[in-house]
């Protein structure tokens, strides 16, 4: 225990200096890349070296689920600070995401997140997120992928969460698909609240088939949002590395 703790404080120590050098040259390239390659080009690029920095191995089934001519909402389990590296490098669609607040107050990183449409979400108040539909659907509706964490924050435990309806309203309400994603390994690399790095690991990714959401009332946003809990439930639920509650 105590040399694999010795192991891991260069290796994060290498990591945390990665992530400040490249968040850095993704505010520099999202400056000067124009619209969506911000998103398509900058964002992966940044993403993949933190993966590589990372030693991690990323296995990837269902890309071909993927139309890569139209926007979708990508519905995915969360574990980790990794789950947005990882769908960003890997996701071949212009992709924006919905970091905690807290992450608009670092003043690089908030000007690359604003830059590539980030979109600022109290996540103390889940209910606030429903105020920003709207504007989130403004932005599908030009051709920008959407990725949403319905557990609302990262599992402690690794067990899968209870998931809100916020996915499946914006999803009816920029009338596009809704895709599930399953993140497995995630944890492994940097759990909650944990700030150290495990090198080396390997992440499985699933990618579900589209999922077409008409959600006339609150009932049937519910019961499809459940529709796709339990789908991610279920393959979750062989994994040793991400048990199901």
Known sequence: MIIKFLREIPITSFWWIVLGLDVLCLAVFVTILPGRSRNRIGLRVATSVLLKAAGVEV??????NINTHRPYVFVA??????????LAAILP?????????????????????????????????????LKNIDAIAALIGS?????????????????????????????????????PVILIGTREIMPRDA??????RRV??????????????????????????????????????????
């Open 204 to 245: 499985k990714v699933i990618i579900l088939n589209p999922l077409i959401v008409k959600a006339a009332d609150r009932g049937e946003q519910m019961a499809i949002t459940e529709k796709i809990r339990q789908q991610i439930a279920e393959i979750l639920a062989p994994s040793p590395l991400a048990p199901v509650a």
């Open 59 to 64: 296995n990837v089934q269902g890309l071909e």
């Open 195 to 200: 700030f150290w790095i495990s090198y080396g």
């Open 143 to 179: 051709d920008m992928s959407f990725v949403v964490y319905p557990e609302g924050t990262r599992s402690e435990t690794g067990k899968l969460g209870q998931f809100t309806r916020g996915a499946v309203l914006l999803a009816d309400r920029a009338c596009v698909p809704i895709i």
């Open 77 to 86: 389990n969360h574990q980790s600070w990794f789950d947005s590296f990882v």
């Open 93 to 129: 669609v212009p992709l924006t995401f919905a970091p905690k607040k807290e992450m608009f107050r670092v003043p690089v990183c908030s000007y690359a997140m604003r830059r590539l449409h980030f979109v600022c979400v109290d996540r103390a108040h889940p209910k606030n997120v």
